[in-house]
């Protein structure tokens, strides 16, 4: 089943690329509808197929759905360890009020998402230059 998911997600970010929104719902849906049935809907890949879907229904117009489905992904990610996911929603809620038309809040979603890709792009950098001066970088 977990074979299946990952061939249906992967199924529905081809289709996306080439703009083949409404095949690439159809493929995540099923990703979904398995993918709920397995692990639940609080699981960290159900959120992000949940951010994907909203990305997907957003492209075709439907707003209050793609709205739904954030805050469906929302509180799973906000009590994540993993600062990346909060960045990643905040990136898709910036898409998405661009995709809308709303473009004072997609600059400010944006900033939001931006500083928060930083912090951790900065991080990693820091954890690099320590690890350069403690000897235990593994490359030259």
Do not use: C, H
């Not at 707003?63 to 469906?72: K, M, P, T, V």
């Not at 500083?115 to 320590?130: C, G, K, N, V």
């Amino acid at each position: 089943d977990q074979a299946l998911i990952r061939e249906l997600w992967s199924d529905a970010r081809l289709a996306n690329s080439r703009f083949a929104y409404a095949e690439a719902e159809q493929a995540l849906r099923r990703a979904l509808d398995v993918q709920i049935r397995i692990f639940g809907e609080d699981d960290v890949v159900t959120n992000a197929l949940f951010l994907d879907m909203a990305m997907i229904v957003a492209n075709l117009g439907r707003f209050d759905e793609s709205d739904g489905l954030l805050r469906r992904a929302a509180p799973i990610i906000e009590r994540s360890p993993n600062p990346a996911e909060r960045a990643r929603l905040a990136t898709y809620r910036a898409n998405i009020s661009a995709l809308r038309g709303d473009y004072t809040a997609a600059r400010s979603e944006a900033s939001d998402a931006v500083a928060q890709w930083r912090a951790i792009t900065d991080a990693a950098l820091l954890q690099t230059i320590q690890l350069r001066l403690e000897g235990k970088w593994p490359w030259p």
